[in-house]
């Protein structure tokens, strides 16, 4: 039994398939579609992993805190590299 804890959550919404960054980006609304497909053959059966849909807007609050983690998280990597 895997915990709760050790899940990796992908959070996704079926507007990703609508952005499209043009030919030459790789962010592309036919990628969505086919990383479904992955998805669902190589991990949809692995309980390491969640799939959940989401259709609502973040609110500011949430990026913020998306925002704090991102600083955190590099900081952290900045002193492993300094040796701080």
Do not use: W
């Not at 043009?22 to 086919?34: Q, V």
């Not at 479904?36 to 390491?48: D, I, P, R, S, T």
């Not at 805190?65 to 701080?84: D, E």
Request: neutral net charge; proline residues 1%; hydrophobic residues 45%.
């Amino acid at each position: 039994m895997i915990s709760e804890k050790n899940k990796t959550v992908i959070i996704f919404s079926h507007a990703l398939k609508d952005y499209d960054f043009g030919r030459l980006h790789p962010f592309r609304g036919d990628r969505f579609t086919a990383f479904l497909k992955l998805y669902q053959e190589v991990l949809g059966n692995n309980g390491h992993f969640v799939l959940v849909k989401n259709e609502d807007l973040a609110s500011d609050e949430e990026l913020g805190l998306i925002l704090l983690a991102m600083r955190s998280l590099v900081c952290g990597i900045f002193k492993t590299i300094s040796g701080l």
